[in-house]
């Protein structure tokens, strides 16, 4: 089947179109057929880019002022005669959306239908910044496509299975009943991408396993995935708890926010922005929010970039522990996103020290050079396995459309 | 539709409001001065009160960039005639409004919405200057423009309920919360806020507390943000005298008339926020730095 991806912000649509079948995953032999971006939609000057694997980039800037517009494009651009990749819209099978919070109405992937797009809408008060677009973009989608099926698959669905004393917060109950207010979770695609790719590689039954998840990446969070199910998470009501990120704090003390807004006078959106945009790596190194920029200042002798990273890996490994704690042991490790995948200093840096749970890194094997995609990473005689792997939420999106059209997944109530 | 772009004539401080505004919200901007000098000094202006913003953590230096690149000057009118929606925010004076808002219905096309800005003259009288009454709106910004959640929407005898629509759809763009006015003079919140501007002054004309205590037992007393002195000053004395006098003048009720010591501050020159000392003294972030007047000027 040939699945189209949609990925929609407040003023952009990313885009894939994959190749994909249940006998395809269990080959692991799906394909991308192509991908781009609408970036800037609203203005005169969009940038379109179209990517298709074996050809040169093609890139237009034409004037793109709404969403329906931008999808529009990228359909035409799939059945370009000269750019394209199909012949014919009909031949795309399903559309699969992104669709950052599912809220507690949703721990699966699902076929939208009048109703779920009711729930979807429901959501709006939890993610005000991210479900609009993605609502929007889904319903463009639909008159551009009307006769094939659209799924939704949530960054929150995964961790719903968090238990209550994970995901509540020590607050008056009546705050979670009337306002929502619990742990979430996010970048759930990826933890359980990573979580099925461990027990795809060693053959062993998600079931028997106890897996930490690290995802980082622009945001990060950690996962304790026991025995198949998300435990627990870093991320909560929203991605700025947790790890230390780019631009996001992470744990912080609230009573130290309120402090601060009372000292600074500050409204409740600067210090929304004070947390989410001017804190982090970049908050604390003064230099940058990328961790590439800080390990090679730090390399040169700059103790603020020095410092940043020490922090997240400190913040990092006091996690790992917790869900080992959590979980009575860890047998895997996996690290996940631009970060995880790239760097092996902050890979060898936040598992330092923690032989004593069972986990020990190989730093040949953690530093090679050539190594590319999924690797193992710790030495032989580690007994908790640590993995490199990279990935692929769109891929998780295409094929949980595929699920969800064939039934693997059931349907939603009508 | 969506509004995309905006024209502004005037760019002293409300006009400078409104710009960073609409910019920071995403919408394009063109505005209009009298000459480079003005137009660069609009624009270093707004590139300050972006800093500050950076330094208030509200927003990031690229996103200072990006509303910085959404603003555009000009001398002449012809570049206003794409923008959706134009809004004049030249000095609050007859001569001034009427002339911008008559030039303004020659140059701009005939199915766009003109919003005038003025909190004194009547939006039915500007219109008539004009072949688009049903299209002339005003539109009554609170200073700072950019931090005051309202405004508002003033509907003269001719306005149209599809202007009262796009002037809304234009507020709620700005992320501002209109409410709808009939054309009166001082609309609602001057006229509310005036009769107690001047009794408070009165009160400390009187020697019944300082300035400094006036301000705190209204504040505390009775949870405003600021007191009502502070007020004052951020609205610049001069137009509190003016609308106090506009209204003396309208309504005929004396509770508008101006006290003595609004008069002497303002012929002193001392206009609260704007020259940095009016009842209270400012830095140049319109941060209160030191006490209150003495009782000199009582």
């Not at chain 1, 009909?90 to 950052?100: A, L, Q, S, W």
Request: aromatic share 6%.
């Amino acid at each position: 089947m040939k699945i189209l991806v949609l990925n929609c912000g407040s003023s952009s649509v990313k885009f894939q179109l994959i190749e994909t079948s249940l006998e395809l995953i269990e080959q692991r032999a799906d394909r991308l057929i192509a991908k781009g971006s609408v970036e800037k939609i609203g203005s005169s000057h969009a940038i379109v880019t179209f990517d298709v694997p074996g050809r040169e980039r093609h890139r237009e800037t034409p004037e793109i002022l709404e969403h329906r517009v931008a999808i529009e494009r990228v359909a035409r651009l799939l059945c370009d005669p000269e750019h394209g990749v199909i012949g014919d819209p009909k031949e795309i099978d399903g559309v699969g959306h992104r669709v950052v919070h599912g809220g507690e109405k949703f721990a699966n992937s699902t076929l939208i239908n009048d109703r779920v797009l009711h729930e979807m809408k429901e959501c709006i008060e939890l993610a005000p910044l991210h479900n609009p677009a993605n609502i929007r973009g889904y319903t463009v989608a639909r008159q551009i496509f009307p006769d094939i099926p659209h799924v939704a698959v949530f960054d929150t669905a995964f961790h719903q299975t968090m238990p209550p004393h994970s995901y509540l917060y020590a607050l008056p109950r009546v705050i979670h009943r009337r306002h929502g207010v619990r742990r979430y979770g996010f970048h759930g695609t990826s933890h359980r991408y990573c979580a099925y790719r461990i027990e795809k590689i060693t053959g062993v039954d998600r079931e028997e396993l106890r897996i930490i998840t690290a995802h980082l990446g622009n945001g990060c969070s950690a996962c304790a995935i026991d025995h198949g199910k998300s435990l627990d998470t870093t991320m909560g009501f929203t991605p700025l708890e947790g790890l230390i990120m780019g631009t996001r704090s992470g744990d912080i003390d609230p009573a130290a926010v309120l402090h601060v807004i009372a000292k600074e006078e500050l409204r409740l959106s600067e210090a929304n922005t004070l947390l989410n945009k001017h804190s982090g790596l970049l908050g604390i190194s003064g230099i940058s929010n990328d961790m590439r920029e800080l390990q090679t200042a730090a390399a040169k002798g700059n103790e603020d970039a020095q410092l940043a990273i020490d922090m997240f890996c400190y913040r990092l490994k006091k996690y790992i522990g917790a869900y080992a704690a959590a979980m009575g042991g860890v047998d895997h490790l996996v690290f996940t996103g631009g970060i995880g995948e790239n760097s092996a200093l902050i890979r060898e840096r936040s598992v330092d020290g923690l032989a004593f749970m069972g986990l020990e890194i190989d730093p040949a094997r953690n530093a090679d050079p050539e190594a590319r995609g999924e690797r193992q990473i710790s030495t032989a005689t580690s007994r908790a396995k640590i993995w490199v792997i990279p990935t692929d939420e769109e891929l998780v999106i295409a094929r949980d459309t595929v699920r969800c059209i064939v039934g693997v997944i059931p349907p939603p109530p009508a | 539709m969506r509004l995309r772009s905006i024209g502004v004539v005037g760019a002293g401080t409300m006009g400078q409001g409104i710009v960073q505004t609409a910019a920071v919200n995403g919408i394009d901007v063109v505005f209009k001065e009298i000459s480079r000098e003005h137009l660069e000094t609009a624009r270093r202006a707004i590139e300050t009160a972006l800093d500050r913003e950076i330094d208030r953590w509200a927003i990031t230096p690229s996103e200072k960039k990006a509303h910085l690149s959404r603003i555009t000057g000009t001398e002449s009118y012809d570049d206003l005639r794409h923008t959706d929606v134009i809004i004049e925010a030249v000095e609050d004076l007859w001569d001034r409004k009427s002339e911008v808002i008559h030039d303004l219905d020659l140059i701009i096309p005939d199915e766009r919405v003109i919003v005038t800005t003025s909190s004194t003259l009547s939006v039915s009288e500007l219109a008539r200057e004009t072949r688009r009454p049903d299209k002339i709106i005003g539109m009554h910004f609170l200073r700072p423009v950019p931090k005051r959640a309202l405004v508002e929407v003033v509907r003269g005898f001719h306005t149209s309920d599809d202007t009262y629509a796009v002037a809304r759809r234009f507020a709620e763009a700005l992320g501002k919360t209109a409410v709808e006015i009939h054309e009166y003079p001082g609309f609602v919140t001057t006229r509310v806020i005036l009769p107690l501007l001047a009794e408070a002054m009165q009160t400390v004309m009187e020697g019944v507390a300082t300035v400094e205590d006036v301000d705190r037992a209204m504040k505390l007393g009775f949870d405003f943000p600021a007191g009502p002195f502070q007020i004052a000053d951020q609205m610049g004395l001069d137009d509190v005298l003016n609308s106090m006098e506009h209204l003396f003048q309208e309504l005929g009720d004396p509770k508008f008339r101006p006290p003595a010591i609004l008069r002497r501050l303002v012929r002193a020159g001392h206009l609260g926020v704007k020259t940095r000392q009016g009842f209270f003294s400012y830095n140049e972030f319109g941060e209160k730095t030191g006490g209150a007047i003495g009782g000199d000027v009582k």
